[in-house]
C-alpha cells in the first residue's frame, strides 16, 4: 500500500507512486554510443505545491558493477491534471531541454511520454525527440527510454530496473510503539 502524504497537494495523487529515492541498474544501447551497463539513482519529491521535482544521475559500470564514469544527468518537474495528463519539463547535463506530455494509464501506476518539444544548446549532440514509459511494477519503478536523432530514427536506448531505497528513520520512528522492554513486540 502507497501511503499519500499529508502534505501532498491534491493534483499529485495519481504520481504518488513515484514519490522517494529509488536505485537500480539498467543498460543502455544507442548506434555510435559504446554500449554498456549503468547505475542509476532517482529521486522525486514534491514541497507541497502542484509538481514532483525530478532527478536522476546515471553512470556507467563495470563488470563488476562499480562505477567507472558519469553517464547522463537531469532534472525537471512532473505535473499531472485532472485528465491524468502528465507534462514534464526536463533539463539535461548534455545541454537538452524538453517538454515531454503524455497520459497516466487508466487503472495502473504506468505513464507513456512523447516530447512535444527540445531545444538544445551549441554543445549538446544531436536529438530530435523521444519516448519514456514508467511503469510502477511488484513496488519497483521501472521505465524504457526511446531516443531520435537526425540520423538515427526512433529507437529503445535506455531502460532500468530501480528498486525504492527505504530511508531507516522512516520506519524507526514506528519503534516508538514498540513496548519500553522492546521485547514484548516479538511474542
Given at each position: 500500500m502507497i501511503e499519500i502524504p499529508s502534505d501532498l497537494h491534491p493534483d499529485l495523487v495519481p504520481l504518488v507512486f513515484l514519490l522517494g529515492n529509488w536505485e537500480g541498474a539498467g543498460v543502455f544501447d544507442f548506434p555510435g554510443d559504446e554500449k554498456a551497463n549503468f547505475g542509476q539513482e532517482v529521486t522525486f519529491t514534491h514541497d507541497g505545491r502542484d509538481f514532483l521535482e525530478y532527478v536522476s544521475h546515471t553512470w556507467v559500470l563495470d563488470n563488476e558493477g562499480k562505477k567507472v564514469r558519469p553517464?547522463?544527468?537531469?532534472?525537471?518537474?512532473?505535473?499531472?491534471?485532472?485528465?491524468r495528463k502528465v507534462e514534464v519539463v526536463m533539463i539535461r547535463d548534455q545541454g537538452v531541454v524538453e517538454v515531454w506530455y503524455g497520459e497516466l494509464a487508466?487503472?495502473?501506476?504506468?505513464?507513456?511520454?512523447?516530447?512535444?518539444?527540445?531545444?538544445?544548446?551549441?554543445?549538446?549532440?544531436?536529438?530530435?525527440?523521444?519516448?519514456?514509459?514508467?511503469?510502477?511494477v511488484k513496488s519497483d519503478l521501472m521505465w524504457v527510454g526511446e531516443k531520435a536523432t537526425p540520423d538515427v530514427e526512433l529507437r529503445p536506448y535506455m531502460s532500468a530496473h530501480l528498486k525504492k531505497v527505504v530511508d531507516p528513520s522512516e520506519w524507526a520512528k514506528d519503534l516508538k510503539d514498540l513496548p519500553d522492554d522492546g521485547i514484548a513486540f516479538f511474542k
Open positions: 553517464l547522463e544527468s537531469e532534472s525537471g518537474y512532473w505535473r499531472v491534471d485532472k485528465d487508466d487503472q495502473k501506476p504506468q505513464i507513456d511520454l512523447v516530447t512535444d518539444a527540445v531545444a538544445r544548446t551549441a554543445a549538446s549532440g544531436p536529438y530530435t525527440g523521444g519516448k519514456r514509459l514508467y511503469g510502477y
